[in-house]
Structure formats: structure tokens, C-alpha cells
């Protein structure tokens, strides 16, 4: 796979969650921190303000996504002044999930937006709302995370991501709030499987569209953004994800990149701050983790599948890795 999709997948834990909910003023709701977790507000309609411990409060309007790569709390309300409620939301508290059954077969109003392991809800929150108060719409949902699976491009994120509406950009990114959003204000046949897999193509196209955004080619920066925009660095870094069996050298990585073996070695160093091949040996290390986790396949097989050409070699590179056999590894996962 290519980078982008391969971050995603060895990350990914549990099913996403979210919710579609309107506000009613005065309304302000505290979402909690919850580690190894992302999440992300999207206005669908009307205004609010967003406030966090890093930030001041920030105003939102229709359109404007905010992203918090890192699990970190905030609030939104329809204005700063107004008192947050008190306890926070919290996406993993099984109490949540336990008040969703019971709130999507009866629509009553809760206190805060559900978020549903993989059926999402509309929740009305303050004013009735069969009155004519103003209401904010809100999308908002939660990604686990697994952090023992950390990859550097994520960790690399700002605490706070916000992608302000703009007509006629990122089409991508807008229909898929636009399904998101059909999907949980009208659920059908087929709604569980549905929502999962356009909470995953969001997190995608965020991503997409930060890296878009930061930086241009050929500014004088470091980070996976640099990397991943850089024409030298990218071609080598898709050909590790996309072959990692494959027998990498410097001087083979430095060919994808169309650069020196030294000038090639040099730049992904400053870019990504380690050298190329102590990358490889990570990813593989870390491909070979989740297939540990996640399969039954024989550990022959999966040191073939990262490059190892006897087992033997491969347990002693994931032992230094992880500081235990990978058959050990996969019984206490």
C-alpha cells in the first residue's frame, strides 16, 4: 500500500465513532481527552466557537472541520461565555454506548451527542426543536488508535487541525462530510457498514488535505509533510511501503529518488530524522506486529512477507524491535 493507507491501517483500533447533533442556544458541551484516540467537529449549520486549553476560543462556521489527532479535550458552545456542561462526553465510557441502544429506538434527547460504535444518531440538544431558536448542526466522531503502533506522521500533527470552508475546495473531502451526513441524519439498510467505512475515507481525506497544505515543494522545512511533498523523498518512501519485503539498500532507495546515494541518505535524514534504512527496519518491524496481531500467519511467512530470508533472523530483529520473540508478542496480544 502507500504510505497514507498503511499509516491508517496499522493505527487503526476498534470501530470509529459518531454522532450528528443540533444545538439549541445556550448550549456548551466539554468533550473529554481521551488517549489513543482521535477525533474531529464538522458545522454542518449555523455557528459556534471551539475552546481548548491550547488555544484561544476559536470561531467556526458552517463547513469548517476540526481535527485533534491526539485526543486531547476541548469544547464547543455558541458562545464563549457560555457555562460547559459538566461531566465531559467521553467516546469510550460504556455507559454511552449502553444510553445509545435505548436512544436510537426512541430519539429522546440525551445529554450530549452519542457516539455509537458504528451507528450514528441525530441528537437534539437544548431548545425544543419544534421552536424556531436558531440551532448548530454538528458532526462529530472518535478514532482509536492503537499506540503501540504509533506512526511518526501522525505523532507529528499539530494539536489541533482546522480546515476552514472554502467553496469549490477539496470537492473530495465535502462529499464525504456529505454522505457522512446523510447517513447519520437518515439511516437505511446498510447504515452500519456504510458509516465505518466513510468515517475512514474522512480521516483520509484530512489528512490528504493537511499534507496538501503544508508545505509547498521545495520550501526549506522538516517533518512527514516536507517528506511526503518532497519529490525526492516520496518516491523512496512509497517503495518501502509498497515492497518491504524487498532487499533495500541506500544506494537502491536513493535510485527511487533519483538522487546520489550520499545526497539521498543526507535528505531523508534532515526531512525525517533518522536514516533510511533505520526507517525500513522500523516499518517492517512494525507490519510484522500487526500481522502478528491481527492473524494466525506462520512466523515463517511473515518474515518472509518484511524481508528476512530465515526466521531466525527475523525473531532476533523484531526481539530488538519490541524486547520480546514475536511468538511471545502474539500470545500476550
Not at 496499522?10 to 445556550?26: I, K, L, T
Not at 470561531?59 to 472541520?65: E, N, Q, S, V, Y
Request: aromatic content about 8%; charged content about 15%.
Amino acid at each position: 500500500m502507500d504510505v497514507l493507507s498503511d499509516v491508517i491501517t496499522v493505527m487503526r483500533a476498534g470501530q470509529p465513532r459518531s454522532a450528528r447533533v443540533a444545538w439549541h442556544a445556550p448550549w456548551a458541551q466539554q468533550f473529554a481527552p481521551v488517549p489513543g484516540s482521535a477525533g474531529f467537529q464538522i458545522i454542518v449549520q449555523g455557528p459556534c466557537w471551539l475552546i481548548a486549553p491550547d488555544t484561544g476560543p476559536m470561531p467556526l462556521a458552517a463547513g469548517d472541520i476540526v481535527f485533534r489527532p491526539h485526543g486531547r479535550g476541548h469544547t464547543l458552545a455558541d458562545s464563549p461565555s457560555t457555562p460547559a456542561t459538566a461531566p465531559a462526553c467521553d467516546p469510550n465510557d460504556p455507559q454511552l454506548q449502553r444510553y445509545m441502544a435505548a436512544f436510537v429506538a426512541s430519539r429522546d434527547p440525551e445529554p450530549c451527542g452519542r457516539l455509537s460504535p458504528a451507528l450514528g444518531a441525530t441528537d437534539i440538544v437544548g431548545t425544543a426543536a419544534d421552536t424556531d431558536a436558531p440551532a448548530t448542526v454538528t458532526l462529530c466522531g472518535a478514532y482509536q488508535l492503537d499506540p503501540t503502533h504509533a506512526h511518526p506522521l501522525l505523532d507529528g500533527l499539530p494539536e489541533l487541525l482546522h480546515l476552514p470552508a472554502y467553496l469549490g475546495r477539496h470537492p473530495a473531502l465535502r462529499a464525504t462530510v456529505d454522505l457522512l451526513a446523510s447517513e447519520l441524519e437518515r439511516p437505511r439498510p446498510g447504515t452500519d457498514a456504510i458509516i465505518p467505512a466513510l468515517l475512514d475515507t474522512l480521516l483520509l481525506h484530512i489528512l490528504r488535505t493537511w499534507l496538501d497544505q503544508n508545505p509547498t515543494p521545495g520550501t526549506v522545512t522538516t517533518g512527514w509533510a516536507a517528506a511526503l511533498n518532497d519529490p525526492a523523498t516520496a518516491p523512496a518512501l512509497q517503495a518501502i511501503h509498497r515492497f518491504p519485503a524487498r532487499s533495500w539498500t541506500v544506494a537502491t532507495l536513493a535510485a527511487e529518488a533519483g538522487l546520489s546515494r550520499a545526497a539521498f541518505a543526507r535528505r531523508f535524514t534532515t526531512l525525517l530524522g533518522q536514516p533510511p534504512l533505520a526507517y525500513l527496519t522500523w516499518w517492517r518491524m512494525t507490519t510484522a506486529a500487526r500481522l502478528l496481531h491481527k492473524s494466525d500467519t506462520p512466523l515463517s511467512v511473515i518474515a518472509r512477507r518484511v524481508g528476512y530470508a530465515s526466521e531466525f533472523a527475523f525473531a532476533n530483529a523484531f526481539k530488538r524491535q519490541y524486547g520480546t520473540a514475536p511468538g511471545r508478542y502474539r500470545r500476550n496480544r
